[in-house]
């Protein structure tokens, strides 16, 4: 089933993007669950069933169901990308003011999509509504233990404050998503990457139900690939517009090893902290501080290197470094009377709410 091309971007309330691998059983019961409960809303929606190359009858099920809802549209991908990649996919296309992304399990309940967009609205005004998933259900030591330390590292180097990154469930302002490209795992990074562009962020607790049929597509392994992520997300974060900063700090730190280094082996040529002089052309530190400093060096370099790049990759572009929220406009009447202040929304905002 294609995507209808006449609709326009921003003419629907909700884009619900389902990512989808090998979830034959559970396809047919989450769309009757999930078109029940979006009919009897108040917002106009589509649903984006992402196939990310299943291998069983997911596909040949899911367009039985959704055959006579126009509603519905399924992208299916030519192998598997990953999650990532299949709500990237979705992302592209989605047409609602609102984006919510969830599992297609069973395990995320689609009753809970109401109060995170409810949630987008309340004051000061969000951009992101993240679902906490506080009562988990799932196995302790090969899920949820994991997910638990993983998301305590998180928020230490990240300072966001989320309690669960990894709940797929979320609604955000389309706004929020416009200039986010999507790599490698960094799907359960979204809320990160918008908070560093400026979004607001808030917490609702969902509910976490347990996994029926099927197999988890999680496992020990995608944490490693997680903490990975983590290094580039805390790089972009800090550093993209300013990476010899990020050099330079290294620089700095293998700079002063090295001047240690070579300060220990002087007191060591006269007999300190050594049972007998060693001469520097016999002590390994003195060839241990001369490739720090070499590699101190090389460090400044690439910092160079890397602000040249990062000048080149946003003025190619004409991508700002900056986010606008909206512009507000003062004025006064020439006849007296109360100042006059409007408001407008800006060209890249990060939230589509003009005050």
């Not at 009447?333 to 003009?354: I, Q, Y």
Request: charged residues 25%; positive net charge; proline residues 4%.
């Amino acid at each position: 089933m294609c995507h209808d091309e006449s609709g326009k971007v921003g003419d629907i309330d909700l884009t619900i993007v389902i990512p989808l691998r090998n979830e034959e059983a559970n396809v047919v019961p989450l769309y009757d669950e999930l078109s029940t409960v979006m009919d009897a809303g108040p917002y106009s929606y589509e649903v984006l069933f992402i196939d990310d190359g299943s291998k069983d009858r997911t596909l040949s099920n899911l367009e039985n169901a959704i055959a006579d809802d126009p509603h519905c549209t399924i992208l299916h991908l030519t192998r598997s990308f990953g999650q990532t990649a299949a709500m990237a996919a979705g992302f592209e296309i989605a047409r609602g003011r609102v984006i919510v992304p969830m599992d297609g399990d069973l395990q995320n309940d689609p009753r809970d999509i109401a109060a995170l967009v409810a949630k987008l609205d309340e004051s000061p005004g969000y951009d992101v509504a993240s679902g906490w998933r506080k009562n988990r259900q799932d196995k302790l030591f090969s899920r949820r233990f994991p997910s638990l330390l993983a998301n305590k590292l998180i928020r230490w180097m990240t300072n966001t404050q989320i309690n669960d990154l990894g709940c797929t469930l979320k609604a955000y302002r389309r706004e929020a998503l416009e200039d986010v490209k999507l790599y490698g795992e960094m799907h359960r990074f979204l809320p990160v990457i918008t908070r560093w562009r400026g979004a607001r962020i808030a917490e609702v607790v969902v509910n976490h139900r347990a996994r029926i049929h099927g197999k988890t597509k999680y496992d020990l392994r995608r944490t490693i690939k997680v903490l990975l992520d983590l290094v580039t997300v805390k790089f972009l974060g800090d550093y993209l517009t300013k990476p010899i900063y990020f050099f330079g700090k290294l620089s700095l730190i293998t700079m002063a090893v090295a001047f240690f280094g070579l300060t220990l082996a002087v007191f060591q040529k006269y007999g300190y902290f050594v049972s007998e002089p060693l001469n520097l052309n016999r002590n390994v530190l003195l060839l241990l501080a001369v490739m720090l400093v070499l590699m101190a060096v090389m460090f400044l370099v690439m910092g160079v290197l890397s602000e040249l790049l990062v000048r080149i990759y946003h003025e190619s572009q004409g991508r700002r470094i900056y986010k606008v929220r909206e512009t507000i406009h003062g004025g006064r009447p020439k006849h007296g009377g109360r100042p006059e202040v409007s408001r407008t929304a800006a060209e890249d905002p990060v939230s589509s709410r003009s005050g």
